[in-house]
């Protein structure tokens, strides 16, 4: 019989791909999991503040989202529908819309795609190419929409796209606004100005050499790309240039929707209201579900122009639907922007007290804090390079002390914080306090180090 961590993972590691990843940084194996903290199996507890990518608004196993299941489990409707309806998707798509700005609810359409958030991105890219005719793509720098083929070519990591060879083509990508590593060497409100120029420009211009794009794609918050939020003056303009150009403007909202910035939606913040919203992760109450919600003109694709097999799950839109319920009963959204406000305190006063994290960002509960190396010169806006290194062993301190959290950013040197909605004062509190002492212990030791190599 298998027993403890090390037997599991020894297990996973010879009967799984390569391809895996959690497990490297990360070497658990869960045996029990419980709102905010999971438990291994040699009995080590654990604050997650990775929270399934950011798929657990409700923590684990959240009374409500049970008790929603075990409804349909109990009521005798069927468990696959593929897009047949039911009062559950009834009560789902209810739901949704209600938590949607009005005006864009009013006359919008949804599209139920396959379970996963790339499905729903290659569903929102095929959707503006049979509406506008036109066939190529915009996307950022440092942005993320998922491993699918269509998907991963609208992602700036260029890792996982070295082996594969051609992808979508048409693809063309622009610089998002990165307060501490501005692209253009400027920074600050300057900075996002040139880029939302150079865009209109690019788009203005005859011999630019790239055609009007059929969309434009683009997070609100970079989650993967190192926790970027896009200022909302930029974000504004960006709206203004697309729909003078009768481009749709696709809104990622896989992990920075739900409730997680402090809105219910990311794009809320900046007020601008997009054509195409692509929605995955918390929207299913921790269960696989995705779909894209869009401007009813757009609606322009003949039948069974985008289908999948389990787009019809009935699990997940009950959790779904009783997890919108929760936030908006409990006013989770709120919570979130103050829990947010709370843990940027806390690692604010942990920045000032190392040398190694360049900048804290965020909203609500989607925040980083970039790892530098302050050992090397800065660049002209007096930003240190990217240390990868050391944010890999924060990480590892982190989970030694009971702490799980995730990297991000350019070469991994974004620590991110995730955690579930719900999260309490006090556990902000003990997961800052934890995150401090592996910063300051990764820094002693990497400065230790260096001190050794230089002596």
Partial sequence: MIEGNAAYLDSQQRRESNARTYPRKLPIAIAEARGVQVIDADGRAYYDCLAGAGTLALGHNHPVVIEAIKGVLDSGLPLHTLDLTTPVKER???ELFGALPADFARKARIQFCGPTGADAVEASVKLVKTATGRSGMMSY??????????????????????????????????????????????????????????????????????????????????????????????????????????????????????????????????????????ISKAIGGSLPLSVIVYREELDRWEPGAHAGTFRGNQLAMAAGTATLQYIKEQRLIEHADRMGQRLMQHLEQTRTAVRCIGQVR??????????????????????????????????????????????????????????????????????????????????????????????
Avoid at 191 to 212: A, C, K, M, N, T
């Fill in 92 to 94: 789902f798509v209810d």
């Fill in 141 to 278: 720098h440092g942005g993320y929409h998922g491993m699918s083929a269509g998907a991963l070519s609208l992602t700036g990591n260029l890792h996982p796209k070295r082996q594969i060879g051609a992808l979508m083509p048409g693809t063309h990508f622009l610089p998002y606004p990165y307060e501490y590593r501005c692209p253009f060497g400027v920074g600050g409100e300057q900075g996002h100005q040139i880029g939302s120029r150079y865009i209109e420009h690019l788009l203005d211009d005859p011999e630019s050499g790239v055609l009007p794009p059929a969309g434009m794609i683009m997070e609100m918050v970079q989650g993967e790309g190192g926790v970027i939020p896009a200022p909302d003056a930029w974000a504004r303009e960006i709206r203004r240039i697309t729909a003078s150009k009768e481009i749709p403007l696709i809104i990622d909202e896989v992990q920075a929707g739900i409730g997680r910035t402090g809105r219910m939606f990311a794009f809320e913040h900046s007020g601008i209201t997009p054509d195409v919203i692509v």
């Fill in 362 to 455: 965020g909203k609500g509960l989607m925040i980083g804090a970039e790892i530098v190396d302050c050992e090397q010169p800065t660049d002209r806006l007096g930003s240190y390079p990217a240390n990868g290194n050391l944010a890999r062993e924060i990480q590892r301190q982190c989970f030694e002390r009971g702490l799980i959290l995730e990297l991000g950013g350019r070469h991994g040197s974004v620590v991110r914080f995730l955690p579930p909605l719900i999260i309490t004062d006090a556990e902000i509190d003990r997961v800052a306090e934890i995150f401090h002492e592996a910063v300051l212990s990764a820094e002693r030791h990497s400065l230790g180090r260096q001190e050794m190599l230089l002596g």
